[in-house]
């Protein structure tokens, strides 16, 4: 397997957001990778903070996923092979394995990232992109952040953007406080909301385009909006927090400054890539904007922290890979056991024993005889 990543690691949200993909546009990149000869088996994620291509077909693709990601992007290959990192064989694994439990993740211990992965893999399985080898690979890294998130203090007091978005509107002034949520019905805007309904002074008015995205808890501090009308909001909001998928901004700062009145601070959260809320707004008389990469300094706080527990966490990515390429070597022979046993039956065992000591490098040998007990 090969993997080819552009992350928070390597690039900025301005960068990263030129390689962004809608879970739409992402089904179509990928039965576009199957059409190519070169690729057997391909599942693409992406994220607010990553988009990667793992794939399984022929040595050396690398060349091609980079003029791929570089013509969706808009950019040469030359950019992408500067900012982009590669993994390939068991290194594309262990990566994989540590994207899915959050170790490699802005936040570290991150609890969103093991459902995008699952989704980008359940994607690819239903665009028949997915064969044994993608089917193992992504079941065993899905199975072994279970096992972290069991094991380890990892995503114990989880912290994700999320969360630190909602923080940042708790620490506004005391009392009680207006919320105007865009994308409160997506997935981490789901988040925010729960997290903000955890505190009783927050009231919450969440924008909505269909009636399916309306949300009802009973509490009474949930006022759902149409999105169209998020603007007539603007003025009694001492937060406004955007979390969408629009390739477009959700608030520009022209429409907000005839919305306002001066005088009053608010707080813009802005948790998408690309961004919803228009940089301008930051400039606006008593307006403070946050956006993705402001948050690298408390997934700082939060890693520091978290660090035993990241390092647990590794050894089980380890212990939990090596059983995984175990399995793969077994698969990979499995066309030629028999051929095996036809040629050493019969044959004396120390005969076998000797040609593997001289075969085998001592480490591998002393383990083969522990093995044998």
Sequence with gaps: MECISISH???????????????????????????????????????????????QGRPGVFGLLEELLAARAGLDAESIRETARRYEGKGAVRHLFSVTCGIDSMVV???????????????????????????????????????????????????????????EVFHLRPGAKTVLLIGSSGKIGGTILKNLLSREEIRVVATTRTHRG???????????????DRYDWLEEADAVISATASPHYTITAGRAQKAMKAGKERLFVDVSVPPDIDGKIGRLPGCRLL???????????????????????????????????????????????????????GRPFEKLLYRLRDELDSGSFEALLRALG
């Design 214 to 228: 309306l949300y009802q808890d009973g509490s009474g501090r949930v006022k759902n909006v149409d999105y169209r």
């Design 291 to 345: 956006s993705i990469d402001d948050f690298n300094r408390l997934a700082d706080q939060n890693n520091e922290r978290k660090r035993q527990a990241a390092a647990d966490a590794a050894q089980i990515v380890e212990e939990e890979a090596e059983t995984l390429f175990k399995a793969l070597a077994l698969h990979g022979a499995a066309d030629r056991i028999a051929g095996w046993k036809e040629r050493y039956e």
């Design 9 to 55: 690691k390597t690039a900025g949200a301005g960068l990263r957001q030129r390689f962004a993909f809608s879970g739409q546009e992402a089904e179509a990149f990928v039965k576009g990778l199957m059409e190519r000869e070169e690729i057997g088996q391909a599942v693409l994620l992406s994220t607010c903070n990553r988009t990667e291509l793992y794939v």
């Design 109 to 167: 211990g991150e609890d969103e990232i093991l459902g995008q992965v699952r989704d980008a893999y359940g994607r690819s399985v239903a665009c028949g992109a997915a064969g044994y080898e993608v089917h193992a690979i992504f079941q065993a890294a899905l199975a072994c952040a279970k096992r972290i998130k069991t094991e380890t203090g990892l995503s114990r007091s989880s912290v994700s953007v999320a969360t630190l978005a909602a923080a």
